[in-house]
């Protein structure tokens, strides 16, 4: 069966003396693994649409439950990353979370997109990295179902005066309340909680678009970076490395 789609790649890792196995967050089949044969190779035709971080248009090939890469057209290398280490590390854990909340045979085009204007304005810096960061991981937790509730505090039902956050629980409370909190928590300011709700409820084209006080922005940046690693359970390779670089 042969499948023409585009996707992004997520993941490679070489096999062999010139192949690499790819993983594809695709538009049509959700996230995939394929065989891109000779990729290595001088000459090769698919390698420029094979590469990390690259969306591209790909015709693929399932024989018995594998993929193989027959043609790979580039559409776009976000090339502002590839000259930063530091951005290149940043989208490189983009990567991982991408490929952490999707599923094979379960495309979702909101996460998809979500990951290429990402990936767009972090290439193009239309935004501080950190600020970028921050809404690309509270916004992939929402559209991957794990929505945090910031509506009020969840305990007393009033809106919090100092408010903090569950991170295990997704949860807002009061000060008064936070002993009800499930695991840590992080105290937030006005401003921070302003931009959850902002960055939970806004239309996708315009997520990137507020401003914050310092002291706000950074609250924001710990408080999603924790949601993230407290809900999947998990570290990331990639996010460890782009602190060691930026």
Same mark, same amino acid.
Request: proline letters at 3%.
């Given at each position: 069966?042969? =499948?023409?789609? /585009?996707g992004l790649?997520l +993941? ?6 010139a192949?690499?196995?790819l993983?594809?967050?695709t538009e049509d089949? #959700?996230?995939?693994t &394929? !065989?891109?044969? #000779?990729?290595? /190779?001088k000459?090769?035709?698919i390698?420029?649409?094979?590469q990390?971080?690259?969306?591209? @248009?790909?015709?693929l090939?399932?024989? /018995? #439950?594998r993929?193989t890469?027959? @043609?790979a057209?580039s559409?776009e ?10 951005l290149l590390?940043?989208g490189a854990?983009f990567?991982e979370?991408l ?12 996460? =998809?997109r979500?990951?290429?204007? !990402?990936? *767009?304005?972090?290439? #193009? ?5 950190e ?11 929402? =559209? ?8 009020a505090?969840?305990?007393c039902?009033?809106?919090? $005066?100092?408010?903090v956050?569950?991170?295990r ?6 000060? !008064?309340?936070?002993?009800? &909190?499930?695991?840590?928590t ?5 401003? &921070?909680?302003? $931009?959850?709700?902002?960055?939970e409820d806004?239309?996708s084209?315009k997520?990137?678009? *507020?401003s914050? &006080?310092? /002291?706000?922005?950074a609250?924001?940046? +710990?408080?999603?970076?924790a949601y ?7 570290? *990331?390779?990639?996010?460890d490395?782009?602190?060691?670089? +930026?």
């Open positions: 069966m042969y =499948l023409t789609t /585009r790649v +993941r490679e890792t070489k096999y062999k003396e192949d690499k196995i993983t594809i967050l089949a #959700g996230k995939l &394929a !065989s891109a044969r #000779g990729v290595l /190779r000459g090769s035709q390698a420029a649409g094979c990390l971080l690259t969306f591209s @248009e790909f015709t090939f399932e024989n /018995r #439950g993929w890469v027959n @043609e057209q559409a290398q976000f090339l502002g990353l590839r000259s930063d280490i530091s590390a940043l854990y990567a979370l490929e952490a909340v999707s599923d094979e045979d379960s495309p979702d085009p909101e996460i =998809l979500l990951g290429l204007n !990402s990936l *767009f304005a972090l290439a #193009g810096g239309y935004y501080a990295p600020h970028i960061k921050a809404v690309f991981e509270l916004r992939l937790m929402c =559209l991957a179902g794990y929505f945090p509730q910031l509506e505090c969840q305990k039902g009033e809106e919090p $005066a100092e408010p956050f569950s991170t629980g997704g949860t807002l409370l009061c000060r !008064s309340c936070a002993g009800f &909190a499930d695991g840590e992080v105290s937030l300011t006005p401003g &921070a909680l302003d $931009a959850l709700r902002y960055i806004a239309e084209k997520i990137f678009s *507020f914050l &006080a310092e /002291r706000d922005e609250v924001l940046a +710990r408080v999603c970076e993230v690693v407290a809900q999947l359970e998990r570290n *990331f390779a990639s996010l490395y782009w602190r060691s670089v +930026r």
